[in-house]
């Protein structure tokens, strides 16, 4: 049954692999799926990230970046190739589970974790989002980039935006877009809302973008005669921030709030809840762990752990109706531990 505390289980990679040679792997991959290593749907950390993630494989150093519209901050690890495995720490690496021209699929391989805490990701190569993206596009002329077709610049318009604000910060938010122009070698902003009606703001907004023409790698973008990319801003000024942010392809203000898809407070007070499941669970209070982690889960139902443990304390408080009930909710949720538990436990 699933345990409230990880069990530390150390993993050996088998050797018994075909070799995967250097050459199969290198280039540009774009993540369009993912799921865990037990065949679970993703859940918690993995459900929502930026959406986007590419990596980039050249010789024995994989580079991963979550940023459409940028690789400044990518991070990078060397590896060892070691028949199908990618070794990147004496505990860390992924298993190369498949490999073809044109896709791959790479399975976390974390010492000590089990199947329902790794994450296989599927791949496509970049050269063919690009090459379907035009295909699909062939007539047009202006189009609307997204995350998995876009320019990317060679620095972040976020970096531009807080040198130009010099420390000058307030508190407004505004919607947006930019069009890039191949041809004319412009780049034109529109603010189609804002919460604050300071020209002199949203004049130093247009006027960062509309310079960044030359920031943009438009390689694969110049049959267009415009591409547009929709936008929103955050100025922010408090006693513990501010600063300027900037969230490409959405319309939507709410992302500010969202951490993985969550709201940060819902985050932070769903772990409050938890860590107080915990404490209660290691003093035998097994009404209030329920009652805590039941809390937690519902503040952040991406908290899949929280009814992990409820399920768990149900089953040791000798409530076994109860636990099963926990356990087919989260069997509901495609999970493939839950189903485990539900099978062993529940007939």
């Excluded at 070799?19 to 993540?31: E, H, N, P």
């Excluded at 603010?191 to 130093?204: E, K, L, Y």
């Excluded at 636990?323 to 099978?343: N, P, R």
């Amino acid at each position: 049954m699933k345990k409230l505390l990880i069990v530390i289980s150390f993993l050996f990679f088998n050797a018994n692999y075909g070799q995967v040679k250097l050459s199969q792997i290198q280039g540009y991959w774009i993540k369009y799926k993912g799921e865990m290593k037990d065949g679970s749907d993703l859940f918690d950390r993995f459900t929502e990230d930026s959406g986007y993630t590419e990596y980039r494989i050249n010789q024995n150093k994989l580079c991963m970046n979550s940023n459409p519209t940028h690789r400044t901050n990518e991070t990078c690890l060397d590896f060892t190739l070691m028949k199908n495995f990618m070794k990147t720490s004496q505990y860390l690496g992924f298993v190369i589970e498949k490999i073809s021209n044109d896709s791959l699929v790479l399975c976390e391989k974390i010492d000590g974790l089990e199947d329902d805490k790794l994450e296989r990701s599927y791949f496509v190569r970049q050269e063919v989002i690009i090459a379907k993206f035009k295909e699909d596009n062939k007539n047009e002329k202006n189009i609307t980039a997204s995350k998995f077709f876009s320019p990317k610049t060679n620095g972040t318009i976020e970096l531009d935006l807080n040198k130009a604000f010099k420390n000058n910060y307030s508190n407004f938010q505004l919607i947006g877009s930019l069009k890039i122009y191949p041809q004319k070698k412009k780049v034109n902003t529109s603010i189609t809302f804002s919460t604050q009606n300071d020209s002199s703001r949203i004049g130093i907004v247009k006027k960062v973008i509309d310079n960044s023409f030359e920031r943009w790698n438009l390689k694969d973008f110049k049959e267009y005669e415009s591409i547009e990319i929709p936008f929103v801003l955050k100025s922010e000024i408090t006693k513990h921030y501010w600063g300027i942010a900037v969230i490409f392809f959405t319309e939507d203000l709410t992302e500010f709030e969202r951490i993985y898809g969550v709201k940060m407070d819902d985050a932070r007070n769903s772990m409050d809840y938890f860590n107080k499941g915990l404490r209660a669970y290691e003093e035998k209070k097994y009404l209030n762990a329920i009652e805590y982690f039941s809390e937690s889960y519902r503040i952040n139902p991406k908290n899949i752990d929280a009814l992990y443990n409820k399920g768990a304390v149900y089953f040791e408080s000798g409530d076994k109706e109860n636990a099963c009930k926990v356990w087919l909710e989260i069997s509901v949720l495609g999970q493939a531990a839950g189903k485990q538990l539900l099978l062993e436990y529940c007939n």
